[in-house]
């Protein structure tokens, strides 16, 4: 199982960047996908999700109107598009996919990909 996720990198204040997460090993269209971020000093917090089909999305109140995930069930990708990025939005962002199942959950995480917002 592997969730890589790609895209990265340094923008300026107000600039935009897409990131990717690409899926293998598992039925990826039977799976709940999350983008969470970790920034410095602080918890790792919920971005946004997805759901199976492609509906069913939620953001993060910080990122409500500005970042829009997405998904590719045939490419087992999942997308999170950043625009208007702020300083705050500095971060490790990670790709999360998750199954119910009768025995609990499955989990998956990627390893995650740093964003950089500065000037």
């Known amino acids: 199982v592997q969730l890589v996720e790609s895209g990265g990198g340094l923008v300026q204040p107000g600039g935009s960047l897409r990131l990717s997460c690409l899926a293998s090993?598992?039925?990826?269209?039977?799976?709940?996908m999350r983008w969470y971020r970790q920034g410095p000093g602080s918890e790792r917090e919920l971005v946004a999700g997805i759901g199976r089909g492609g509906g069913g999305t939620n953001y993060g109140d910080s990122v409500k109107g500005r970042f829009t995930i997405s998904r590719d069930n045939v490419k087992n990708t999942v997308y999170l598009q950043m625009n208007n990025l702020k300083a705050e939005d500095t971060a490790v962002y990670y790709c999360?996919?998750?199954?119910?199942?009768?025995?609990?959950?499955?989990?998956?995480w990627g390893q995650g990909t740093q964003v950089t917002v500065s000037s």
């Open positions: 090993g598992f039925t990826f269209s039977s799976y709940a």
């Open positions: 999360n996919a998750q199954m119910s199942t009768i025995t609990g959950w499955n989990t998956y």
